[in-house]
Nanobody, 114 residues
């Protein structure tokens, strides 16, 4: 069973930067099915960044500030978050794809203080 482990979250000051990592036990991060969601209390889950059919998309709320990437082994995916705002505080979930199955991380907390 493929497992995903997220790291890099925590508390950061507004305007600062943070990089989330998602390490998988398989080569699941391809250009056709990988990305990051986030969910804050009282708000709907938001697709922050994704790569599908070779195309990268970002939510308008993070466009220009966040960048999704992966290593060349396709086993680790990253979310670089710059110029963080209090509105970015949420639990972040990574996902990847292997064949037709999707796998999700357990979620990691990001808290941005003002």
């Amino acid at each position: 069973q493929v497992q995903l482990v997220e790291s890099g979250g925590g508390l950061v000051q507004a305007g600062g930067s943070l990089r989330l990592s998602c390490a998988a036990s398989g080569r699941i991060f391809s250009d056709n099915g990988m990305g990051w969601h986030r969910q804050a209390p009282g708000k709907q889950r938001e697709l922050v960044a994704s790569v599908t059919s070779g195309t990268t998309n970002y939510a308008n709320s993070v466009k220009g500030r966040f960048t999704i990437s992966r290593d060349n082994t396709k086993t680790t995916m990253y979310l670089q978050m710059n110029n963080l705002k209090s509105e970015d505080s949420a639990v972040y979930y990574c996902y990847g794809r292997l064949d037709v199955r999707y796998y999700w991380g357990q979620g990691i907390q990001v808290t941005v203080s003002s």
